[in-house]
């Protein structure tokens, strides 16, 4: 078993999107830890609605290519389309961030994903979730590399958000 984090995004009925996207991963998966969910405006887009971001970390034995297809269907059942533009509104983004300490390419997935160094919509929940978990390249602690990370033009915010009747989320 391995532990496994990826990251969600939604612009499109994003409360709907990411509450049916943790539901499959505690289906699929069981328990999971979740980060404080995060709006953001869209980053690499002209123009676009805000997203809701976070990451989840669960355990799993599955090869990363079985992961990574479970991904696709998931976003697809979601009305991800196959021939959408990469800078385009989303129902659901689920990507692969780690898994276990693996590095370099695996089934056709990098890993870590390279987004964890690049955009605080990834790093600051996974700072949060995992602050003294090392970066499998750097070494560095997502704690450490969020406090070193200059998000001045990457502006997030915590939202309130449920799922399961519960509150995982605070403003």
């Known amino acids: 078993m ?4 990826v990251s969600i995004g939604s612009n499109i009925d994003r409360d ?3 509450r049916t996207c943790l539901d499959a991963l505690a289906a699929s998966f069981g328990e999971l830890a979740i980060s404080r969910v ?7 887009f002209e123009d ?3 997203f809701y971001n976070l990451v989840v970390v669960f355990e ?9 297809a479970w991904c ?7 009305g991800r389309r196959k021939d959408s533009p990469k800078f385009s509104p989303r129902t659901l983004d689920i990507d692969l961030l780690t898994v276990g300490e693996l590095t370099g390419m695996h089934d056709g ?3 870590p994903r390279d987004e964890i160094l690049h955009h605080a919509f990834v790093l600051q929940p996974m700072a949060e979730l995992l602050p003294k ?3 499998p390249l750097t070494g560095d602690t997502y704690a450490d590399l969020w406090a070193a990370f200059d998000a001045t033009d990457q502006i997030l915010w915590p939202v309130a958000f449920r799922w399961s009747g519960k509150l995982i989320s605070r403003a």
Request: include cysteine; charged fraction near 25%.
């Open 2 to 5: 391995a532990t496994v984090s």
């Open 16 to 18: 709907h999107h990411v």
């Open 38 to 44: 995060f709006e953001s405006e869209p980053v690499g």
């Open 48 to 50: 676009g609605r805000n």
């Open 60 to 68: 799993c034995g599955w090869p990363v290519g079985e992961l990574q």
């Open 72 to 78: 696709k269907r998931l976003e697809f059942a979601n």
């Open 109 to 111: 997935v990098e890993l």
């Open 133 to 135: 978990a090392r970066h």
